[in-house]
């Protein structure tokens, strides 16, 4: 059992690091004539931001992710299947940053709405496959380390609602109302997901 719960976290670390450098090749040199670099940086603006959002929501997932396997000592088919599922999830983060980048580059508002309406649902289904997760630990209590109740996990489900709804929120807003409005939802949550975490939460008993 050790050995399926090591090889499951040595391919799910592989993954997100995987994931997480594919973010940073849409950063690219710009192409310029002598004298022109500085503004070609400063246009690039979107993709820095779209960068700097999915490498926040990609970090806080892998945190996650370490947190909870942290309390797993037991590993069973559907464990497998359902931490595919967040791998799946998350591996698409960077084509929405992707997409989400390169529309405002150009400016089009149409394709502004669609993109980030995209990045939305990508962040509700990170956040539905956490929910699979976290439920199927909750309901196979025999996978958990000795010691560990299944509280922490019905709490991270909760967090897992919000998300839905947080993301499912910001693509609407993003598609009905306003892309940028959006975007600083999607800045915004990864931060909230991180002071949020039950390990964060932890280390503040401590302190007190």
């Not at 931001?49 to 945190?63: E, G, K, M, P, R």
Request: one cysteine or more; glycine letters at 8%; charged letters at 15%.
């Amino acid at each position: 059992m050790r050995s399926e719960i090591g090889r499951l976290l040595t391919f799910s670390d592989a993954v997100f690091a995987i994931v997480i450098t594919l973010l940073v090749l849409e950063l690219r040199a710009p192409e310029v004539p002598p004298g022109g670099l500085a503004r070609a940086l400063l246009d690039q603006w979107p993709s820095y931001l779209a960068y700097v959002t999915s490498y926040l929501l990609i970090a806080v997932t892998w945190y996650n992710h370490k947190t909870t396997f942290r309390r797993v000592h037991r590993c069973d088919p559907w464990l497998h299947v359902t931490n595919l599922g967040v791998l799946f999830s998350t591996a698409l983060l960077p084509f929405a940053t992707a997409v989400v980048s390169r529309s405002l580059r150009h400016g089009n508002q149409a394709d502004e709405r669609i993109s980030t309406a995209l990045f939305g649902l990508v962040g509700v289904l990170i956040s539905i496959s956490w929910l699979g997760l976290y439920h199927h630990l909750v309901r196979n209590r025999r996978l958990l380390r000795p010691g560990v109740t299944v509280r922490l996990f019905t709490l991270e489900r909760r967090r897992g609602l919000f998300g839905v709804a947080a993301f499912g929120l910001g693509g609407l807003l993003g598609f009905l109302v306003s892309p940028p409005v959006a975007l600083g939802i999607f800045l915004v949550l990864p931060v909230i997901f991180a002071l949020s975490a039950e390990s964060v939460a932890e280390v503040r008993r401590l302190r007190w």
